[in-house]
């Protein structure tokens, strides 16, 4: 159960393909539940809906009309819940101060269904604290909580979220599975002639992820700002959208910094235009308020491309110690001395990208997530 499969959302509708489809071929019997939400005041179409549906590989898919904006509430969803959840073994609920994934959870306490929980980074400071603070505090307090104490388990994708987890709720029964990323395939050298144009050639910094304030792409504009004069030829790839007022403002940032020339704005990226980005790049940048996993720069490592992330990426410990990147603070002068370790060396950039493809192999293959799943849904079922 999710609350929207619309890829405007990015990583947490990806991953949820990704899940279901590593546990398929294991034996497992998947039905993704999700509302027709298509970001703020949109509905998914019929055809978005079929070629979902058609990208899950066999994985059964039900869709239910969103009947409010508020907390993505449906109550066709709900009604399908309440005929249809005992027919299941798990409930695996993916965010919480969402309505369908907080109804399932309660559904199936009341039904005796086993559920787990995947907090989506909801639990972070970043996420309690962002948006209708004290809403949340009331509903932590009356619905959340008691659903993680009641949880078969809580399913973190990082340490990092673990700890955020059991800050909130001590007694929560947690596991750590990381996501899986698929093995990168590179892209052909016309497809990244196409997306870079008369900026082909030279270095290129990408940043890969939705454009919302919690990914601060702020202060990658005034770093890559800080090293423009000293990389004329390096470009600054921004692959993502989002709320049209934002990223008009962060385009508007841009060019106070001049850096109209430097930033290609790219949008929102699938298929082979997303393989060219992560062949294009030199070096990847995120330097998130907040990320519970951080799917992109997982993304970014199985394709061999060294990573900049905050301490606010929950993996991005792992990848500083692996030697597949640097952890900056969400500072300008920061950010862009870390990005400049790989841009001015090579032997540097080479080494980190050997150490990405290692730890995306060993930490975020599809093999290793489906049995740890799997592993948890017998245990708990």
Not at 29 to 46: I, Q
Not at 220 to 226: D, P, R, T
Request: glycine content about 6%; some cysteine; hydrophobic content about 50%.
């Amino acid at each position: 159960m999710i609350p929207s499969l619309s890829r405007v959302h990015g990583g947490p509708s990806n991953a949820i393909w990704s899940i279901a489809r590593s546990i398929a071929p294991l034996g497992a019997s998947v039905t993704v539940v999700s509302t027709d939400n298509d970001g703020p005041d949109c509905r998914l179409s019929l055809e978005s809906r079929e070629s979902l549906s058609t990208s899950a590989q066999g994985v059964d898919v039900v869709f239910r009309g969103q009947t409010s904006e508020f907390y993505t509430a449906s109550l066709p969803g709900l009604l399908w819940l309440v005929k249809n959840i005992t027919h299941f073994d798990v409930i695996h609920v993916h965010a919480l101060f969402s309505f369908m994934p907080v109804a399932a959870a309660w559904l199936a306490r009341l039904r005796g269904v086993r559920y787990v929980i995947r907090p989506l980074g909801t639990l972070g400071a970043y996420g309690l604290s962002a948006r209708r603070r004290w809403l949340k505090k009331v509903s932590l307090t009356l619905c959340e909580r008691p659903l993680l104490r009641g949880a078969a388990a809580v399913h973190c994708t990082s340490d990092a979220e673990q700890v955020e987890v059991l800050a909130v709720c001590p007694t929560a029964r947690t596991v750590v599975i990381p996501l899986a990323v698929p093995p990168f395939e590179s892209a052909s050298e016309s497809a990244v002639r196409t997306l870079l144009g008369a900026r082909y050639g030279g270095p290129v910094v990408l940043f890969l992820s939705r454009l919302d304030p919690k990914k601060n792409v702020e202060v990658l504009l005034e770093a890559f700002a800080l090293l423009a004069p000293h990389h004329s030829d390096a470009t600054l790839l921004i692959a993502g959208d989002g709320e049209r007022d934002y990223v008009t403002s962060v385009k508007v940032r841009a060019e106070t910094l001049g850096l109209a020339a430097q930033v290609i704005w790219a949008g929102r990226l699938d298929g082979v235009a997303k393989a060219a980005a992560f062949t294009a790049a030199t070096v990847f940048a995120l330097p998130s308020h907040s990320e519970n996993f951080g799917i992109a720069a997982a993304e970014a490592l199985a394709a061999g491309v060294p990573c900049v992330l905050s301490p606010g990426v929950a993996i991005a410990a792992k990848v500083a110690s692996s030697g597949a990147g640097q952890v900056a603070d969400m500072t300008p002068r920061a950010t862009a001395n870390a990005l400049a370790v790989y841009l001015d060396s090579a032997d540097t950039r080479s080494a980190a990208s050997a150490a990405a493809k290692e730890v995306a192999l060993t930490e975020y293959s599809t093999a290793a997530m489906g049995d740890r799943l799997m592993s948890l849904y017998r245990q708990v079922s």
